[in-house]
């Protein structure tokens, strides 16, 4: 979590004009959930601190490359009474790899409602990482095994873990806990940008259950394509996290898949929308 902290923490360059780097963890692409915590970071910072985002809606255009930096150039599009728009580009190599329009609005009174949170396994009584690893990895292929074994920001213990152990065909929906491995810095800055973050999280995942497969398969080509989020309520991210998800559709080699992000206590946090390619490889 540390180092999530401080890869958020971009270098101002001149006015809206941000550097970014990427850990050095051996994956060969910049994980999309860190451009879009990151862009969000600069769009921020290039906004009043009394107005705070409310949705944001992305696209992935290039991979990123985990081993040069990424430039962030901030749009200032529109300030209202109310609400600002801000425009990001990611520019890495003298290229686009990725691009978000954020919306941001002036904190205000009005209706509330919201869908109840699932009723379902509390994350104390499910297994953890550590437990995972020791009882399912030892069979699993090397794919998972990387993926599993690898230190993260945000732990995760999914409600059920039959899609990781068998090729059996499920429905289209998952319940995952999540949560940070320490703590994030008491500025909404920041929680908004790991929530952000995490929000990338298993989402092209749950559009391959109905088929039996996953996002590990080597026969399949996974990549994040867009990337849209809604800000409901203020968030602390102190503890678990419950993030509902589910596909209502794949087809043309695309995923479609939706989600919620709940507080312990029910309040309804966030919701999200992305869909990816899940290609078969021509080979496969």
């Not at 068998?166 to 319940?175: M, Q, T, V, W």
Request: aromatic fraction near 10%.
């Amino acid at each position: 979590m540390d180092r999530l902290i401080e890869t958020l923490d971009l270098e101002k360059l001149e006015e809206n004009l941000f550097r970014g780097m990427s850990p050095q963890n051996g994956w060969q692409r910049v994980f999309g959930g860190q451009v879009i915590a990151q862009a969000l970071m600069a769009a921020q910072r290039c906004v009043d601190n009394d107005r705070r985002v409310h949705s944001l809606h992305a696209y992935f255009v290039r991979p990123g490359d985990p081993t040069v930096p990424i430039i962030f150039e901030v749009e200032r599009t529109r300030d209202g009474s109310s609400f600002s728009t801000r425009r990001v580009v990611a520019i890495q190599h003298g290229k686009t790899i990725f691009a978000m329009s954020c919306s941001f609005q002036i904190e205000e009174p009005g209706y509330d409602h919201q869908m109840a949170i699932p009723d379902v396994t509390k994350p104390e009584e499910l297994m953890g990482e550590k437990e995972f690893r020791e009882v399912f990895l030892a069979q699993a292929p090397d794919t998972v095994k990387r993926y599993w074994g690898r230190e993260r920001p945000i732990e995760i213990r999914p409600v059920s873990l039959t899609h990781y152990i068998s090729n059996e065909k499920l429905d289209p929906s998952a319940h995952i806990w999540v949560r940070t491995t320490g703590p994030v810095p008491d500025d909404h800055h920041y929680q908004y940008a790991v929530l952000a973050y995490l929000s990338d999280m298993t989402l092209l995942d749950t559009s391959l259950y109905p088929h039996g497969t996953s996002i590990f398969n080597p026969e399949i080509q996974p990549a994040s394509l867009d990337h849209a989020m809604w800000f409901h309520r203020p968030c602390r991210l102190e503890d678990w996290l419950l993030y509902t998800q589910d596909s209502p559709s794949a087809s043309g080699a695309r995923g479609m898949t939706r989600g919620s992000i709940y507080g312990r206590d029910g309040t309804l946090i966030a919701s999200v929308a992305q869909e990816g390619l899940i290609r078969k490889r021509a080979n496969a």
